[in-house]
C-alpha cells in the first residue's frame, strides 16, 4: 500500500492525481472495447473480413498504448507538458504537410500517412499541442505586455487551420476554431473581437458552403433530407427508435449491420439499439461528469497557462463528443468526428489518452498545495515540582 510519508514518484502522483476523472478515463476505455464488441464483428463480415473479431481485438490492442500514455504523461509536470506540447506541435505540422504529400486518398481527403507500418492520423494528434500551445500563449500575453501572445495565437490557428482545411477535414478544423476561440474569450478580449470572430466564423461558413462540394451536400441532405443521400443518418434514427428505452439486448441489434460505420462514427447509435436510452443518458452523463469536473478543476488554478490550457483541453473533450452524438441524433449535418474513447480507431483512442493524460497532469495538486509530511512524534511536558 502506498504510504502518505513516501516520498517517490508514485506516491507523489498517487496522492495528488484526480483519482475519479481516471476512473472514469479507464471506464470509457473499457467501455469502447465493450461497444467494439457489439457493433464491429457485423462491419467486419459486410466487408468480408475472415476474423469476425477483427475489429474487438484491435481495439483491446490500441487500449494498451492508450492507458500507458494516459497515466504515463499524467506524471509529468506543467512545465514538462509545455515541452511536450510544443515538440509535439513541431512534428505534427511535418507529418501535416507529408500527409499532403504522400498520404493515400480515401473519401476525398487525405489524413491518414504510415508510419513503421501504422496508419496514423496525425491531426488527431494535433489538437492536444494545440490547446496547450494556445493556454500559454494566451496566459504569458497577459502576464508579459511584450510578448504579443494573441497575435502568436492567432499565427497557430492560422497554420493549423490551413493544414486542416487543405486535408480537407472541416470538423477538426471547426472544433480547434472553437477551442481556440473559447480560450481567447476566457483569456478577456474585448466584445469587438467576439464580434469580429462571429462574424469571420460565418463567412467561413458561408464560404465553405458556397466553394466546397463536400459541405454544400452536407448541409443541404441536414436541411432538407429529400435533398440527397441520408442513409447513414436514418438508418442512426431508426436504431434508436428500434432500441427504446431498455434496448434489444448485447448483439441484437440489426442496423448494425447496414449502418457503414456503425463502429467508428456512428456507435452511439449501436449503443442506443442495444442498450437503450437508459445507457445512452448514462454515458452522455459521464461525459458530462469529465467535463464539469475538469472546468472545476480549471476554474482554482492560479497559474494562467495550467487554467486556460486545461480548458483548452476539457473543452476539445466536450465538444467532440457532443458533435458525435449529436450528428447520431440528427441535430448536426456529419462531421466524421469520433466519440472519445468509445469509437474504434487507434489514432483517435490514443490521442485522446494523450489529452486526458495532459489534463490530468496539469490538474494535480501541486507542491504548493499539497504537502507530504512525516508524522510528528510527540513526547509528555516534563511535570513541574
Known sequence: MVSRAERNPVADWWFTVDKLLLIAFLALIFGGIVLSLAASPAVAERIGIADSYYFVKRQAIFAIPGVITLIGVSFLSPKQIRRMALVGFVVCVGLLILTLLV?????????????????????????????????????????????????????????????????????????????????????????????????????GILSA???????????????????????????????????GWWGQGPGEGTFKRILPDSHTDFVFAVLGEEFGLILCMFLALVFAFVVLRGMSHALKENDGYVRLAATGLIMQFGLQSCINMAVNLHLMPAKGMTLPFISYGGSSLVAVALSMGMLLALTRKRPDQTRFVAPIEFSPLPSRG
Open 209 to 243: 458552403y458556397a466553394l466546397v462540394p463536400h459541405v454544400r451536400s452536407r448541409i443541404e441532405r441536414f436541411m432538407n433530407p429529400e435533398a440527397g443521400d441520408t442513409f447513414q443518418v436514418q438508418t442512426a434514427q431508426e436504431a434508436f427508435i428500434n432500441g
Open 103 to 203: 498520404g493515400p486518398e480515401v473519401k476525398g481527403s487525405r489524413r491518414w500517412i504510415t508510419i513503421l507500418g501504422m496508419s496514423v492520423q496525425p491531426s488527431e494528434f494535433m489538437k492536444p499541442m494545440f490547446a496547450v500551445l494556445v493556454g500559454f500563449l494566451l496566459a504569458e500575453g497577459q502576464k508579459r505586455p511584450d510578448l504579443p501572445g494573441r497575435s502568436f495565437s492567432m499565427l497557430l490557428l492560422g497554420i493549423v487551420a490551413a493544414l486542416f482545411v487543405a486535408q480537407p477535414d472541416f470538423g477538426q478544423t471547426m472544433l480547434i476554431c472553437l477551442t481556440w476561440a473559447g480560450l481567447f474569450f476566457i483569456s478577456g478580449m474585448s466584445w469587438m473581437w467576439i464580434l469580429a470572430f462571429a462574424g469571420a466564423g460565418a463567412g
